[in-house]
């Protein structure tokens, strides 16, 4: 449906994309006693840290490899080895995952041989996971990180079944894509349980980066899913994978274990999660529980009751490519006109966006398209903030980084449920700009014609024959 | 000073009212209020309308005399807007407790108006009486005599407690406590030959912006409205207008009618609900202002407002042709509002497949017909099912009416569309039509309605609700088919008369038992019409059909002995 069109622009102004080591980052933060190691300088880290910090208000594990100017230009074998030796030591994690970064792909580092070489002159690594993924800065944007981390994920760490005939059909791996907060993950381990199934996510920022006290300091990640379970995920009988961008890795699993899997591109709306639970009711064989009948109905009545505010909003929207799709689609389908809409990568997923086109760009275009086209919503990461203030339009918050509000980890837009709680909010948005900025004066209809001439001055007239 | 009970006979009396004129002396005593059932009511009391008809004075203090269910349960929960004071929103109630129920609430009220003028200094007090302080003999009268003395400001006694009967009561007693004690206390500061009284209309959603400008265009000045956005000293100086508009609602009939007694405004009955209404009904007081000696030049000034305003609501609407071709509406409200829509429906290029006539009088119904044509399909009470059924055959592709009957367009997921009273936006003059059309598109399009009709993942074919009911009805159809004898009993329980619960066989049966030509002779024998009078005219009707099949049950009962 939607035209796919890039910016010609030599300056992006007001980025909406992040960088694809920190979406790498982040997937490897979805696992138990990971500790992510960018190989670039040290300033790579610290924005990735910073935003992380900021957007989940948690302690946020994050290495570097500290490349200098000289051992840039050497080639970054020792800083890598040295990075590995000491992360080892200190925090004692049970996985290190790699993401190179523009400086060292632009040197052509070469990470995989270095991991090669530090096994060898280390021999108590034989066996330590190490997993590498390459992250240019200078390509796509924080969701191919993500999906590419993943992807290597599985392939590294994934074991091919012992017996393939013999799967457990209780167990459910799940692949879910960046655009899924802990909240979300939390919210679809609910649901897959209910149906007696026993899922395992891959990562599982639900365990991680839910919010929760530790026991103890640890530097590394806390919760999350362990190596250990990632191993065994060939034994299980499904693979569901969410959004588009878990393609690669969800085919990735099949090649490796031969367990097929099944996408689901969206799972904020009706539809689609009336398909994730036929498609959960089919494998477990169990019938749908009450309790998802009951919020099926809670969605359809919330919908009918936020159409009415929802209905006819002209939408400026700027996220990922799933995630704009995901809630793009949905607020489509409450009847917004999706008027601008700008996203950061490529993606099959962005063909199916109700607009008419859709730009890979930055924040100056939404709120120049939001501008142009009279967009009356805007919804987008807390970037947009400066943009909702001068078009002076009412601003839903989606996506990372939320670093001016609570709860980011928490933001829950799956499931019934969530889509549910999803219309309450926007809704609600939308009645209170009203009540602020847009209630009815005497002057609301003064001149309500486009082609409206001045309206002749009667009252002159009247006062003038009155006398 | 009147008694309440008096006052309400008063209210009773009204020779303005069309309906009211044809009723026989002991009919008027029993009033237009329905005979409220218990069990069947849902309406609000004659407090709520009284509350509803003054709180858009925006610059009074509403003072409720009760305890606090009148007030603490209902407060701010209307549309009306200001364009300034906000004092009218602000909740005031005496809260009695069981000490005031038993020693008296008279000084708790008194001490009530002082702390608000105390505190918030509005431009008048009223104060309105509830069911228990009316049993208990609180007068409020008398205390608000004694605090307007006292604290030098008005402080107006509203005495129309609940009980006394339902809202449309409650409204004509506010309109009583206007007359008695506001209107004509003060002077305008200035007059012109131009001013105008709008009587009637409550500003909900604004929409009386929509009209306003026009007003401001042509130079008439809005002396008063009572009381969308009004003031205490413009209702108070409203006697020096020289013509009044009472708008459609009768809400307020006696207003209107007694300021042209003691003042001699004249005034019509008028709306601005829809494009040829709101030109007719500035016409009309250009009409009787030039009557009353405006310059005559102000009818041509109003007709060329009224052909540039016209032009351009007409243009802006039958834009709309194009997506609305095929598109079919059901219109179920009330009253003038059926026929004053159908026309901007009709240019916007949709088709209605029904209108409902519940409330409307004989001439909306022959003006519907000469809208939609003699094939007009007019329902004149329809079950939630048969509403449902008749949306879900695609015989419509939207559903226009009041809020009371969303829940069924919207659980029978289908578009709808509130066109009443309790609607979010405003469609008054022209611009309010081209808005209402507009909204209509809206809906009408929403990708929302394929997303909530889809079944869900558990169901099975023809297991929903809504298809469980289509079924039934059908299959109750299918069984009244069949069965003649069953099918004639359906039709003779339909229910003509709702208030004294008698259904059209009883009506049929004493028309031919007794050879009935008159409204007059049916009531006498069935009671029918002896409520509220709205089903006059569908006995009329019956009576004028004549031809319905059968022959008189005593001669059937003897046939069958």
Redesign the interface.
């Known amino acids: 449906m939607a035209k796919v069109v890039v910016a010609k622009k030599s300056c992006a102004v007001n980025p909406l994309k992040m960088s694809q080591p920190i979406g790498a980052a982040l997937a490897f933060m979805g696992l138990r006693g990971a500790m992510p190691l960018l190989h670039g300088s040290q300033g790579c880290t610290s924005f990735g840290l910073v935003l992380f910090v900021r957007h989940f208000k948690e302690a946020i594990p994050l290495q570097t490899t500290a490349m200098s100017e000289v051992a840039t230009v050497l080639g970054g074998y020792e800083n890598v080895e040295q990075a590995v030796l000491n992360i080892i030591k200190r925090a004692k994690p049970e996985i290190i995952g790699i993401a190179s970064t523009g400086v060292t792909e632009t040197k052509g580092d070469d990470v995989i041989g270095y991991i090669e070489l530090i096994r060898k002159n280390h021999p108590e690594l034989k066996n330590f996971p190490l997993v590498y993924v390459s992250t240019p800065d200078f390509k796509d944007a924080f969701q191919d990180g993500w999906e590419k981390a993943v992807t290597r994920l599985v392939e590294e760490l994934v074991e091919p079944p012992a017996n393939a005939a013999r799967r457990d059909m209780s167990r459910v791996n799940v692949l879910p894509g960046s655009h899924l907060t802990p909240g979300d993950i939390e919210e679809l381990r609910a649901i897959i349980e209910d149906f007696g199934l026993e899922p395992t996510f891959l990562p599982d920022l639900g365990g991680s980066l839910d919010g929760h006290i530790p026991d103890d300091f640890t530097p590394t990640t806390i919760g999350g899913v362990g190596v250990d379970e990632v191993a065994t995920m060939g034994d299980a009988g499904w693979t569901i994978a969410i959004g588009a961008q878990m393609r690669a890795a969800a085919e990735a699993m099949r090649k490796k274990t031969g367990v097929p899997f099944r996408l689901f591109e969206r799972l904020c709306g009706l539809a689609p999660n009336d398909e994730l639970i036929a498609f959960l009711t089919g494998i477990s064989g169990r019938p749908a529980p009450m309790k998802y009948r009951r919020q099926r109905g809670q969605l359809v009545d919330a919908m009918l009751d936020g159409h009415f505010h929802i209905g006819g909003r002209r939408l400026a929207i700027g996220a990922e490519p799933d995630l704009l799709h995901d809630v793009g689609s949905f607020l489509h389908e409450m009847g917004a006109h999706i008027e601008a809409a700008v996203t950061t990568t490529q993606s099959p997923s962005l063909e199916r966006i109700p607009a008419e086109e859709v730009l890979i760009g930055d924040l100056e275009d939404l709120e120049r398209l939001a501008r142009d086209k009279g967009c009356d919503l805007l919804v987008t990461h807390s970037h947009g903030r400066q943009a909702a203030e001068r078009l002076k339009i009412p601003f839903h918050r989606l996506g990372i980084p939320m670093f001016d509000r609570l709860g980011a980890g928490h933001k829950l837009s799956i499931g019934y449920r969530g889509t549910r709680d999803l219309v309450f909010q926007v809704a609600n948005l939308l009645i209170e700009d009203h009540e602020e900025h847009h209630r009815v004066t005497p002057e609301t209809w003064r001149n309500p014609w486009d082609d409206a001439t001045a309206p002749v001055d009667g009252a002159a007239i009247a006062t003038a024959l009155a006398h | 000073m009147a008694s309440l009970s008096a006052t309400i006979q008063d209210v009773f009396n009204e020779p303005g009212c069309a309906r009211n004129t044809h009723k026989s002396a002991n009919e008027k005593k029993k009033g237009c209020t329905k005979q409220l059932q218990p069990g069947g009511a849902a309406g609000g009391c004659a407090f709520d309308g009284a509350k509803i008809a003054l709180q858009p004075f925006t610059d009074v203090a509403h003072l409720v005399h009760g305890p606090i269910a009148c007030e603490g349960n209902s407060w701010d929960n209307r549309g009306a807007?200001s364009?300034g004071p906000a004092i009218w929103r602000t909740s005031f109630t005496t809260d009695l407790n069981e000490t005031d129920v038993v020693f008296g609430g008279e000084k708790r009220l008194f001490k009530a108006c002082k702390e608000i003028v105390e505190k918030y200094d509005p431009a008048a007090i009223f104060v309105y009486q509830t069911c228990v302080p009316a049993m208990i003999g609180d007068d409020i009268n008398a205390v608000c005599k004694a605090a307007s003395e006292k604290f030098g400001k008005p402080v107006i006694p509203v005495n129309a407690p609940g009980f006394v009967g339902p809202k449309n009561l409650g409204n004509k007693l506010a309109g009583e406590a206007l007359l008695d004690h506001v209107i004509g206390t003060m002077e305008p500061e200035y007059t012109?030959?131009?001013d105008v009284n709008i009587i009637g209309e409550f500003n909900l959603?604004?929409e009386l912006?929509?009209v306003?400008?026009l007003f401001?265009?042509?130079?008439?000045r809005i002396l008063s409205c009572i009381s969308g956005?009004g003031r205490y000293q413009e209702a108070a100086s409203a006697h020096r207008a020289r013509a009044a508009m009472m708008v459609c609602s009768k809400a307020m009939i006696n207003v209107a009618r007694k300021m042209e007694d003691r003042y001699g405004i004249p005034y019509f009955e008028g709306s601005f609900y829809g494009v040829q209404d709101t030109s007719d009904s500035l016409r009309e007081l250009a009409r009787l202002l030039i009557e009353r000696g405006a310059?005559a030049?102000?009818r041509d000034?109003v007709e060329k407002?009224i052909a540039r305003e016209e032009a351009?609501a007409w243009a802006?609407i039958s834009a709309y042709r194009p997506r609305f071709k095929g598109k079919k509406v059901l219109l179920i409200t009330g009253g003038v509002k059926s026929w004053s829509v159908v026309a901007a429906l009709q240019e916007a290029g949709l088709e209605l497949v029904g209108t409902s006539v519940k409330k409307s009088t004989r001439e909306d119904k022959e003006r519907i017909k000469e809208l939609m044509g003699q094939d007009a399909h007019m329902i004149k009470d329809m079950t939630p099912r048969e509403m449902y059924k008749m949306l879900k055959e695609a015989k419509a592709d939207i559903m226009l009416s009041g809020g009371r009957s969303q829940f069924i367009a919207?659980?029978a997921?289908m578009p709808w569309l509130d066109i009443n009273q309790e609607r979010?936006h405003?469609y008054m003059?022209?611009?309010g039509m081209?808005k209402l059309v507009q909204e209509i598109d809206?809906?009408l399009f929403?990708?929302?309605w394929?997303?909530?009709r889809?079944p869900?993942?558990?169901a099975r074919a023809g297991d929903t609700w809504q298809d469980k009911a289509l079924a039934q009805f059908e299959a109750e159809a299918a069984e009244l088919a069949a069965d003649p004898v069953k099918a004639e009993e359906a039709r003779r329980a339909r229910p003509v008369c709702l208030c004294k619960g008698v259904s059209l066989g009883s009506v049929e049966d004493a028309i031919l038992d007794f050879g009935l030509t008159t409204v007059d002779g049916v009531k006498e024998k069935t009671d029918a019409s002896g409520g509220c009078g709205a089903c006059a005219i569908r006995i009329e009707e019956i009576l004028e059909a004549g031809a319905f099949v059968g022959q008189p049950t005593q001669a059937r009962n003897i046939a069958a002995e």
């Open positions: 807007a364009s012109t030959p131009y959603s604004g912006w929509q306003k400008p401001d265009e042509l130079g008439l956005d310059p030049e102000l000034r407002v351009r802006a919207l659980k997921t979010h405003a003059g022209y611009v081209v809206k809906t929403n990708p929302v394929q997303e909530v889809r869900a993942p558990w």
